[in-house]
T-cell receptor, first 113, second 114 residues
């Protein structure tokens, strides 16, 4: 079945350093969503990418969808302690309006102050 | 609006016991989902519903049953709990389940099966 691979699984950075997580699929994706889960919390929607090569920014976060729509990345510039958490990519599974998402394994970010 | 709520927040079961997890949403969403989250495995879809009175299997449905008798509620049942079902369970909902729709998650239920 369709799988979404996310790397790295863990990342420890010093506050102020940059951070990137990557999401890869063997099949072409119709769109991709990114979620953030704070420790002990629940996933919260961040953004959705639909178009090939699309780049979206939210303050220090930059999201990119690959030209072939098989990969995506989330880059955080100058991390802060508030960025701590697990970042998930999620791809729509199958065709049509089923709404089912396949989640990557997540990248857990730790930020040392 | 409360959004998506889940009860209970925590539960400890013995092997073989049964229980029901309740999810409620007040956003008039058509689609509702049950996920389980295990360390290093992301979120995996158990069952989902595309509307009142309908349910469908997700990625890991075995050992679970669901019901959607009312649009705002989605129940997840474990008939005979097993230690492998120890996990954090999240409910989510979305407006129409369209490919562009956001999923809104509840706070989760932490279940331990001894």
């Amino acid at each position: 079945g369709q799988q979404v691979m996310q790397i790295p699984q863990y990342q420890h950075v010093q506050e102020g350093e940059d951070f990137t997580t990557y999401c890869n699929s063997s099949t072409t994706l119709s769109n991709i969503q990114w979620y953030k889960q704070r420790p002990g919390g629940h996933p919260v929607f961040l953004i959705q990418l639909v178009k090939s090569g699309e780049v979206k920014k939210q303050k220090r976060l930059t999201f990119q969808f690959g030209e072939a729509k098989k990969n995506s990345s989330l880059h955080i510039t100058a991390t802060q302690t508030t960025d701590v958490g697990t970042y998930f990519c999620a791809a729509v599974h199958g065709s049509g309006n089923t709404g089912k998402l396949i989640f990557g394994q997540g990248t857990t970010l730790q930020v040392k102050p | 609006n409360a959004g998506v709520t889940q009860t209970p927040k925590f539960r400890v079961l013995k092997t073989g016991q049964s229980m029901t997890l309740l999810c409620a949403q007040d956003m008039n969403h058509e689609y509702m989902y049950w996920y389980r989250q295990d360390p290093g495995m992301g979120l995996r879809l158990i069952h989902y519903s595309v509307g009142e009175g309908t349910t469908a299997k997700g990625e890991v449905p075995d050992g679970y049953n669901v019901s959607r008798l009312k649009k705002q509620n989605f129940l997840l049942g474990l008939e005979s709990a097993a230690p492998s079902q120890t996990s954090v369970y999240f409910c989510a909902s979305s407006y129409k389940g369209l490919v562009t729709d956001t999923q809104y998650f509840g706070p989760g239920t932490r279940l331990t099966v001894l």
